[in-house]
T-cell receptor, first 108, second 115 residues
Framework: KNEVEQSPQNLTAQEGEFITINCSYS?????LHWLQQHPGGGIVSLFM???GKKKHGRLIATINIQEKHSSLHITASHPRDSAVYIC??????????FGTGTSLTVIP | KAGVTQTPRYLIKTRGQQVTLSCSPI?????VSWYQQTPGQGLQFLFE???????NKGNFPGRFSGRQFSNSRSEMNVSTLELGDSALYLC??????????????FGPGTRLTVL
């Protein structure tokens, strides 16, 4: 049983396209993190949100706690956005759950 | 300010051996968490230390252990290595122990191969 489901698993886009990655979870959470992992392994935390919406440059993250759903949007995608994006909800007990990740490839 | 550092970056061991990995958090951070990443299981939480105390533990056997020193540096140890322990081991640090309120800063990882 997967507490966190991400879709799609793989995504290929043309440079400049608008991209959406979805995350649904079944556990009660207090916050959700979106992580980015480039080839080679390094992970960067993109967003941490507990309600509403956050924007950072071309990245936008939204969360609906009642519907247990979060989305990560990338506007005007660029080849340097190619990475694996991981959704990681956390509950009030500090436990981290992880999605399996969405592998994004942006073609020039 | 220096980021999270992990040593060594790559390690090859044989079954039955034991291994110790090290993580130095960002200066001032008191929480260090450890994660295992494999192609089959993805990212999994191992444990978290805050001010030298283990605060949370994931669902891993007792062969996996850790500790944190007074300078917040942390080590994790895996005894009696198994082939399935081959993975990327990541540590992350944060100011506090609260994942609901605090950004995690990840290190580059240690890639362990067990032969």
């Amino acid at each position: 049983k997967n507490e966190v489901e991400q879709s799609p698993q793989n995504l290929t886009a043309q440079e400049g396209e608008f991209i959406t990655i979805n995350c649904s979870y079944s556990v009660g959470i207090s916050a959700l993190h979106w992580l980015q992992q480039h080839p080679g392994g390094g992970i960067v935390s993109l967003f941490m949100l507990s309600s509403g919406k956050k924007k950072h440059g071309r990245l936008i993250a939204t969360i609906n706690i009642q519907e247990k759903h979060s989305s990560l949007h990338i506007t005007a995608s660029h080849p340097r956005d190619s990475a694996v994006y991981i959704c990681a909800p956390t509950n009030t007990g500090n436990q981290f759950y992880f999605g399996t990740g969405t592998s994004l490839t942006v073609i020039p | 300010k220096a980021g999270v550092t992990q040593t060594p970056r790559y390690l090859i061991k044989t079954r039955g051996q034991q291994v110790t990995l090290s993580c130095s958090p960002i200066s001032g951070h008191r929480s260090v968490s450890w994660y295992q990443q494999t192609p089959g299981q993805g990212l999994q939480f191992l444990f978290e230390y805050f001010s030298e105390t283990q605060r949370n533990k994931g669902n891993f056997p007792g062969r996996f252990s850790g500790r944190q020193f007074s300078n917040s540096r942390s080590e994790m140890n895996v005894s009696t290595l198994e082939l399935g322990d081959s993975a990327l081991y990541l540590c992350a640090s944060s100011w506090t122990s609260g994942r609901a309120t605090d950004t995690q800063y990840f290190g580059p990882g240690t890639r362990l191969t067990v032969l």
